[in-house]
């Protein structure tokens, strides 16, 4: 047994050539992924840039974006450290539900938040309506810095409790043990015990939170903080040369790859991360008062970032029906919607098998260079991949401009490892054998594939697709720079009818897209945490 | 000269810096149950993917019956060889059924399904998923669908290690019968000495990527061209020996050779016989007892050692001295 495993060792290396069809397959649908932004950063670089922007404007919307991401990430971590321990680390009433309870945010986008904060507040706001019920003063409308800050740690301590949860859950307890028998205070344990099997994860998710924030466009927006991205949507919006909005772009694109960079090198290596845990840790045994205090925190977490939304917006759309006013007119914008990402996820779960293949079953370099570039790519800011993918459109193929092919490159631009990710898991756990046996059975590599290997992988492929549709639906800052005019779809018409003020439109479409994105949520989330 | 089923010739491959197969040569006769036997690691199972059509070589060729199917500029992809390959971990597809498992094939006569899984026992169990099915028993699909397209040879790799040992000498022999039947050539890869000896018609060892000696397993086993291939296939003692005039000397008597000068005997234990003898040259060292047999351990006045495989009865206590006779011995160079 020994020797087959050793030979398919050496097998499995480098070494054995993957067919050039499928090569250059995947080579041709990532490379247009990348050329966008060189295109964009070289653009920049032409022509002096002080000319067309003010240092001082440079510094003024940087100082600002860090500002805020500063913010929102110590906010993030705080409230999702709390989450993810309390979750999995004490014996609460009601146990692992709050683990997928407090992951609900995920379903409300931020420019959903911004319309909530917006609506919420200020003389004619729902919740300041509650309060002068009762006796006091309306609540101020919360724009710039508050509001955007409120929105963004809403909508980003689930990613941060996400990651911990699988990796609190896998602290071996032998260590603590260890060091309290060694005589190591509580404090101490913490700092190297705990910190060091949890820091990781912990670190890694802060940078996501940052690259989160950096990229948001909605919340930002509709608020009206004057970060990057809102000042290239302006200077975009506003102007018939797009030299300025370019080189903020470029900019900010810079400064997510600077994050990403620093994410990836901090990142554990994957040996490490797949430790496994003899035992389960005991969970720490809270006193009455503190297991109440633990739990109303929870409970009033998920109020303010779920129950509150939800019942704003739905407060809103009662409020506006009564007044005879349109409400539900957002059925096309929902069809539209609903196609254009089931499209774009068959789109782009077609498009990531090639490229799991080329990296799961040949180990190929160029493999692990064409996904670790989807990777990248996907993860820079959807505006900046709107507004590049629309430079080269306008240059190269101007008959694409506003024209649904040039959407779903960004599409697949942005969502393709969302779709690599469960394909590769799932083609990892299909046997090479199995298609070398059908081979060896007289079918070709394509009939191999269409009744071996796809069949296994479905499950997986569907998974990845389901992730895409999903993120598809949410998505608005790549699909408003490059939907056709008058393409609205949910996320489109919400955010207009919120920058217009229509708050009673933008709420009933707000809830229609919370429902449609609740459920494949729910599956995909309650998977991760089971897996973890 | 019976018709050759499988002929390479001299073929070498490399994995970046390892060298898994050089000069590397094989002649598989139709119709045989023929073994390469090899310890972990020397290539047995990169020789076994290049006939199958799995990796190309880096030089030589490779025939299957007289097409040639590898060498220079030429490739024949693995579905159009005919060669049929059961793996070590069955490779049973997990969303198939029995039935479906057996009929996958391109090419299968009508009838041919039946048939097989008739022949390998499974009639009955045709709607059955693989996870369903015992280790045995799954093995069993995987060779009807090996032998399901007619294929001119049937590759095994390590079929049997997957099983518990309880098991394996059954299916051994199933599998065995089942490849009588069916009259197909089979290349079968394994690393245990007993396996290759009972079951092959001829064995070849190997080493370090290439095969060191073909025969018949008696022969083999009898006659090995080397003392490294006289200790992989059983176990051997060495002694030391003088040749002149066609015969070589030791201790332990004389024994024909074509050698000159110093050389050594290679002696099997169960060629041993030990008298008890209060002056005999050899002293009992130690005592293994397994009932059906034992192992006795002896010490020569020259300081070898010796061991002899004797039946149950004769009671030896550790320092008694014997006398040794050996009946055949086999005379390497030194």
Request: proline share 7%; glycine share 8%.
């Amino acid at each position: 047994m020994s020797t087959a495993v050793a030979d398919r060792a050496v097998l499995s290396g480098p070494g054995r050539r993957p067919p050039l069809g499928l090569v250059a397959v995947a080579t041709l649908t990532v490379v247009p992924l990348v050329f966008p932004f060189g295109f964009l950063l070289w653009q920049s670089m032409a022509g002096g840039w002080q000319a067309v922007l003010p240092p001082g404007r440079l510094a003024e919307l940087a100082l600002n974006t860090l500002l805020l991401t500063a913010i929102v990430v110590v906010g993030a971590v705080v409230i999702g450290f709390a989450t993810a321990w309390l979750t999995t680390r004490t014996a609460l009433p009601g146990g692992r539900v709050w683990s997928t309870v407090v992951a609900l945010p995920l379903v409300i986008p931020s420019y959903v938040l911004a319309l909530v904060l917006l609506a919420g507040t200020g003389r004619q706001g729902i919740l300041s309506g509650v309060i002068v019920a009762m006796g006091g003063s309306h609540i101020p409308i919360p724009r710039g810095l508050p509001g955007a800050v409120l929105a963004l740690v809403v909508s980003t301590f689930p990613y941060v409790h996400l990651s911990l949860v699988p990796a609190l859950r896998r602290v071996d307890p032998a260590l603590d043990e260890l060091a309290r028998a060694l005589g190591a205070g509580r404090l101490k344990r913490l700092r190297t015990v705990l910190m060091a099997q949890v820091g990781p994860a912990l670190r890694s998710s802060a940078l996501l939170v940052g690259l989160y924030t950096l990229a948001d466009f909605g919340a930002v927006s509709l608020l009206g903080y004057d970060t990057f991205t809102r000042a290239i949507f302006l200077q975009y919006a506003g102007r018939i040369d797009r030299r300025p909005a370019t080189l903020l772009a470029a900019a900010l694109v810079l400064m997510a790859l600077a994050v990403i960079g620093l994410e990836r090198s901090t990142r554990p290596p994957r040996g490490e991360r797949r430790g496994r845990v003899v035992r389960p840790p005991t969970p720490h045994q809270l006193s009455s008062s503190q297991r109440l205090a633990a739990v109303t925190f929870l409970a009033l977490l998920v109020t303010i970032s779920v129950g509150v939304p939800v019942a704003v917006l739905g407060a809103w759309w009662v409020r506006g029906t009564a007044a005879g006013r349109e409400t539900v007119a957002v059925w096309s914008e929902m069809g539209r919607s609903i196609w254009v990402s089931i499209g774009a996820a068959l789109l782009v779960a077609a498009i990531a098998i090639p490229i799991a293949v080329l990296v799961i079953r040949y180990r190929s370099r160029l493999g692990t260079i064409l996904e670790a570039t989807a990777w990248t790519v996907s993860a820079l800011p959807h505006l900046t991949v709107g507004l590049a993918t629309l430079l080269v459109g306008v240059t190269f193929a101007l008959p694409l401009y506003q024209t649904l092919p040039l959407l779903f490159v960004a599409y697949v631009t942005m969502f393709l490892p969302q779709a690599l990710g469960p394909t590769e898991a799932a083609l990892r756990e299909v046997s090479p054998n199995l298609e070398e046996v059908s081979r060896s059975l007289g079918q070709s590599p394509f009939e191999t594939f269409r009744r071996i290997t796809m069949p296994l992988i479905g499950k997986g492929v569907l998974i990845g697709a389901g992730l895409v549709f999903l993120t598809t639906m949410k998505e608005l800052p790549a699909t408003l720079l490059l939907r056709p005019t008058e393409f609205e779809t949910l996320a489109v018409r919400i955010w207009s009818t919120t920058s217009e003020g229509f708050y009673t439109r933008a709420a009933f479409a707000s809830l229609v897209l919370i429902m449609i994105s609740a459920v494949p949520m729910h599956f995909l989330v309650s998977r991760d945490l089971r897996n973890a | 000269m019976p018709d050759p089923a499988i002929t390479c010739r001299g073929i070498a491959k490399r994995f970046g810096p390892i060298s898994a197969l050089s000069d590397f040569d094989l002649d598989v006769n139709e119709g045989d149950f023929h073994t390469i036997l090899g310890p972990s690691g020397c290539g047995k199972t990169t020789a076994l993917r290049i006939i199958a059509g799995f990796d190309q070589p880096d030089s030589g060729t490779v025939r299957v019956g007289s097409q040639l199917v590898a060498g220079p500029s030429l490739v024949v992809p693995p579905e159009r060889r005919r060669v049929g390959m059961v793996f070590q971990d069955f490779a049973l597809f997990p969303h198939l059924d029995v039935e479906a498992n057996v009929s996958y094939a391109r090419n299968i006569r009508p009838g041919q399904v039946t048939k097989l899984l008739d022949l390998v026992g499974l009639s009955g169990l045709e709607r059955r998923l693989p996870h369903q099915l015992s280790g045995g028993q799954q093995q069993r699909v995987a060779l009807a669908r090996a032998l399901a397209p007619e294929p001119r040879v049937v590759l095994l790799d390590e079929p049997f290690s997957n099983l518990d040992a309880a098991l394996r000498s059954r299916v051994r022999d199933e599998v065995k019968e089942i490849l009588i039947e069916a009259g197909t050539t089979a290349l079968f890869v394994t690393h245990d000495q007993e396996e290759a000896l009972s079951l092959s018609d001829r064995l070849s060892v190997m080493a370090e990527g290439m095969i060191v000696q073909s025969d018949r397993p008696v022969d083999l086993y009898r006659q090995p061209k080397s003392p490294w291939v006289a200790s992989f296939l059983g176990e051997a003692d060495f002694v030391r020996a003088h040749a002149d005039g066609g015969m070589a000397e030791s201790s332990l008597g004389r024994f024909p050779t074509s050698l000159r000068g110093a050389c050594q005997l290679m002696i099997r234990p169960e060629n041993v016989y030990l008298v008890a003898d209060s002056e005999g040259p050899g002293q009992v060292i130690s005592r293994q007892f397994f009932g059906h047999d034992q192992l006795v351990s002896i010490a020569m006045a020259g300081g070898e050692t010796l061991r002899a495989r004797l039946g149950p009865a004769p009671d030896f206590e550790a320092g008694e001295r014997v006398a040794v006779k050996v009946d055949e011995a086999v005379v390497f160079p030194l």
